[in-house]
């Protein structure tokens, strides 16, 4: 038995309401997370608000992709993973990227595998990144604010990932195909 509720726009916390309505006419739909997320307001907001910057950053799309779904699979977030997994697909993702990366493994790309494993190294080394890990994303043709943008990611799904995971946050129907599993 959940403890939180999946709020809809008209019975959410007054502060989420005009949240919820924007994320619904972004999307054409709401997630059930994001009605879970508006028991706090709060972090609803702060979600949102560290997802453009993220958006925002000097990475493009894929890279920021192979961000979000290496910290979702090392957070092991269904959700997550399934929602990126869709998005990754739209912007035209080659299918081994996709699978690698909900494997946890080498990507086929070296530029993005450098992106990948800096990823799991800001993850692993709470941000005290080793300087070998550094270097090789530079070598890989990255810049040092590429290395900030990372963590501006790490943190951004940080929040979802494990607000996903304390509300118990469900497979919306759209995402079903893309289901995933962590490997036990």
């Known amino acids: ?24 006419r972004k999307l054409g739909h709401l997630p059930t997370a994001v ?19 993220f958006d925002a950053t000097d990475l493009d799309p894929v890279a920021r992709e192979v961000v979000v ?3 979702a699979t090392r957070n ?8 990126h997994t869709a998005t990754l697909a739209r912007l035209g993702g080659d299918p ?24 799991v190294a800001v993850l692993d080394h709470r941000g005290a990144v080793p300087d070998a890990e550094l270097e ?18 790490v943190g951004t799904y940080t929040i979802s990932t494990f607000a996903n995971r304390l509300t118990a946050a469900p497979l919306d129907e759209p995402l079903r195909e893309y289901a995933w599993t962590p490997a036990a």
Request: hydrophobic letters at 55%; charged letters at 20%; glycine letters at 6%.
């Open 96 to 119: 081994a990227l996709i699978d690698a990366l909900r494997a946890g493994d080498p990507v086929p790309e070296p530029r993005l595998e450098a992106l990948r494993r800096f990823t």
């Open 76 to 83: 092991a977030c269904h959700l997550c993973v399934a929602m």
């Open 136 to 153: 090789a994303l530079l070598a890989a043709g990255w810049q040092p604010r590429h290395a900030l943008d990372v963590v501006l990611g």
């Open 1 to 24: 038995m959940s403890r939180f509720t999946a709020y809809e726009p008209d019975t959410a916390p007054a502060a989420a309401r005009p949240v919820m309505a924007g994320v619904h």
């Open 35 to 53: 009605g879970l997320m508006a028991e706090s307001p709060e972090l609803l907001k702060g979600f949102l608000a560290a997802n453009a910057a």
């Open 69 to 71: 779904l290496t910290v």
